[in-house]
């Protein structure tokens, strides 16, 4: 599909690192499946893949980490 950002790459599947930050917890949330930008890097994350990384940084703000780095892991 076309990049909507730069609108001039098209994506590829691939892996990204997704960072979340919420008041003193960051959490970094690792091989993250995502349609990725060929010339910008932006990256598109499917509505499944979105809601899984929400809920595990909600895991994380809920057990109060300061800092957490996860793999999501893909079924």
Do not use: F, W
């Not at 910008?40 to 979105?50: N, V």
């Amino acid at each position: 599909m076309e990049c909507s950002l730069c609108k001039i790459g098209n994506t590829n599947p691939g892996q990204v690192t997704v960072t979340l930050e919420k008041g003193d917890t960051i959490v970094l949330i690792k091989n993250v499946p995502a349609e990725i930008c060929e010339n910008c890097g932006h990256y598109y994350l499917s509505s499944e893949t979105t809601q899984r990384v929400l809920e595990t940084g909600k895991e994380a703000v809920e057990k109060g980490a300061e800092l957490e780095i996860v793999k999501l892991n893909v079924a």
